[in-house]
């Protein structure tokens, strides 16, 4: 019987650890070539590494969606969910595909590329054409199944329309309207949402879904006469509700509230900080300062930017690999604390983060990888394990156009 095949078996905990080592390396006996040398290329280190800059990085990224956009295997106008090394393109995402637009839509007049903005529009047009009646839009990529209406990938996709609408016109105000009011009508009174979770992770409630009234935000910015703003609002409360008093977020991951995932803590603190943004109510800047104070105890002190990929309640590593996805969500935020504060603590974490993600970002070699981002580094990590995934560069590339922008400033 091959050692892998034991590990599922009635074996005692005590013999499973031991026979652990083996199988990670049978597993790594039948990897691709390529995600053979990616793990040997991380467990190497960075040290060695320089920093290619945020000007070559950013253009590798952005063509990188590109190619996400034209090799994913549907073939639909949406962005494939990733690129894995063992197993190639996925399916388009649409959650992830929504807030992607904006990106595109801000690199396009930076750079003055109208092909940036139309590919901002395919996406658009198809995650239209996938919108159910009612408003919302399913989770998962697509194909996978149930099919069925879920908050938080909706909140996101609300973010491109908002986008779409402030861009390109009223052609995407109906689905618009039709998101931010299903999200508007489907929230519990206590301002949390809980009818139409995602059937792809744990059913509790998530802290981090104040990403999801930011979209409502952007919405409200740009019809005020509704009650989208509100709704978003009582959303954060409620969330902001659940933090502890040294900053941590209770029920703030997909899987592990335990310790969470730096990505679903990014969420978090983004969403709060565009409620401050919104609102100026000093009660979201004081609880996205907690948050962000503690996030950053948590930065490698040797200065290098790296951030555990998932933490516990005492803000303490709880793993030994980086979620590159969360890393460069939070530096986005201490970047946005930063311009409201005028604090450099956060300017300067935040550069030291960007710098880090950056030097594990390829600006050479084959195009299925250049300019992607890494789900986790190692490669082998237990977040998007061998896989670029589309989000982890769109976050990648609006912290490192905001670093751009302060810096140029």
């Given at each position: ?12 905990r ?11 390396l049978?597993?790594?006996?039948r ?15 960075l ?5 290619p800059?945020i000007?070559a ?9 590109g ?8 073939r639909?106008g ?7 090394l063992?197993?190639?393109?996925s399916?388009?995402?649409?959650e ?9 839509i801000e ?8 092909a ?15 919108q159910?009646p ?14 069925v ?22 052609a ?18 206590d301002g ?10 744990s ?14 935000l ?9 009650t989208?703003?509100d709704?978003a ?20 991951c ?8 730096t ?13 401050w943004?919104?609102?100026r ?13 503690g996030?950053?105890g948590?930065?490698?002190e040797?200065g ?5 990929g ?60 250049r300019?992607?981002?890494?789900g ?16 982890a ?17």
């Amino acid at each position: 019987m091959p050692v892998q095949d034991l590990l599922p078996s009635m074996l005692p905990r005590a013999v499973k650890d031991r026979l652990r080592p083996l199988k990670k390396l049978a597993d790594f006996q039948r990897l691709p070539a390529a995600a053979k040398a990616a793990v040997r290329r991380d467990r190497d280190g960075l040290d060695a590494v320089a920093d290619p800059g945020i000007d070559a990085t950013v253009a590798a990224a952005l063509d990188w969606l590109g190619q996400a956009q034209d090799n994913s295997a549907t073939r639909d106008g949406g962005v494939a969910r990733h690129y894995s090394l063992v197993g190639g393109w996925s399916a388009s995402y649409p959650e992830t595909t929504g807030y992607i637009v904006p990106t595109m839509i801000e690199q396009g007049r930076l750079r003055n590329d109208p092909a940036l903005l139309e590919r901002a529009r395919r996406m658009l047009d198809w995650l239209v054409s996938i919108q159910f009646p009612g408003g919302g839009f399913q989770g998962g990529t697509i194909g996978q199944e149930p099919r069925v209406p879920v908050t938080f990938n909706t909140g996101q996709i609300l973010l491109g329309l908002a986008a779409g609408v402030a861009e390109f016109g009223d052609a995407y105000r109906p689905a618009m309207t039709r998101a931010a009011d299903w999200l508007a009508g489907s929230q519990d009174e206590d301002g949390c949402w809980r009818r139409f979770p995602t059937p792809f992770a744990s059913r509790n409630d998530k802290s981090y879904e104040t990403h999801v009234a930011w979209g409502l935000l952007e919405a409200a910015r740009l019809d005020p006469s509704r009650t989208w703003g509100d709704a978003a609002l009582a959303q954060v409360r409620w969330a902001v509700g659940r933090q502890q008093p040294n900053g941590w977020m209770a029920d703030c991951c997909l899987e592990e509230p335990h310790q969470p995932l730096t990505h679903t803590l990014g969420y978090a603190l983004r969403g709060i900080l565009e409620a401050w943004r919104f609102s100026r109510d000093p009660a979201f800047l004081e609880a996205g300062t907690k948050l962000a104070e503690g996030l950053l105890g948590c930065l490698d002190e040797r200065g290098t930017g790296r951030l555990p990929g998932r933490l516990n309640a005492g803000w303490k590593p709880a793993v030994d690999w980086v979620c590159l996805t969360g890393s460069v969500q939070i530096a986005h935020c201490w970047l946005l604390l930063y311009q409201d504060t005028g604090d450099a603590r956060w300017r300067e974490a935040a550069k030291r983060v960007n710098g880090f993600v950056r030097r594990t970002v390829a600006v050479g070699g084959p195009a299925e990888t250049r300019g992607g981002v890494q789900g986790s580094f190692p490669v082998d990590g237990d977040y998007g394990t061998f896989e670029y995934l589309n989000w982890a560069a769109k976050f990648f590339i609006d912290s490192n156009e905001l670093e751009r922008k302060l810096t140029a400033r």
